[in-house]
């Protein structure tokens, strides 16, 4: 069975900082596509970056510039570091497990949502 657990939202000022967190148990997470989205209320989820199990990396144009997606395979851990954050970045940040070579098609998993708000 897959868990996925994100942590390390909170409250921000504008212009601040985060790094948020996914831990993975089950799932072979060093073979697997790995994901950062976001879904603001009311809104759809997006997708913000991706993380391959080489290591390769694709950003969406999202928050491109303002973060940045790492993994660590030994700690089945997924990262998102986000900066330069502001009002419009509040939401909840879902991490999500794809498949081998694919985050939006085949098995996948999400976490239960870390959220992030940035206000003054």
């Known amino acids: 069975q897959v868990r996925l657990v994100e942590s390390g939202g909170g409250l921000v000022k504008p212009g601040g900082s985060l790094n948020l967190s996914c831990i993975a148990s089950?799932?072979?997470?060093?073979?697997?596509?790995m994901g950062w989205y976001r879904q603001p209320p009311g809104e759809e989820r997006e997708l913000i970056a991706t993380?391959?199990?080489?290591?390769?990396?694709y950003y969406t144009d999202l928050m491109k510039g303002r973060v940045r997606i790492s993994r660590d395979n030994a700690k089945s851990t997924v990262y998102l570091q986000m900066n330069s954050l502001h009002t419009g970045d509040t939401a909840v940040y879902y991490c999500?497990?794809?498949?081998?070579?694919?985050?939006?098609?085949?098995?996948?998993?999400w976490g239960q949502g870390t959220q992030v708000t940035v206000s003054s």
């Open positions: 993380s391959g199990p080489q290591g390769g990396t």
């Open positions: 089950g799932g072979d997470f060093g073979t697997k596509v």
């Open positions: 999500k497990m794809g498949t081998t070579i694919s985050i939006v098609r085949g098995e996948h998993y």
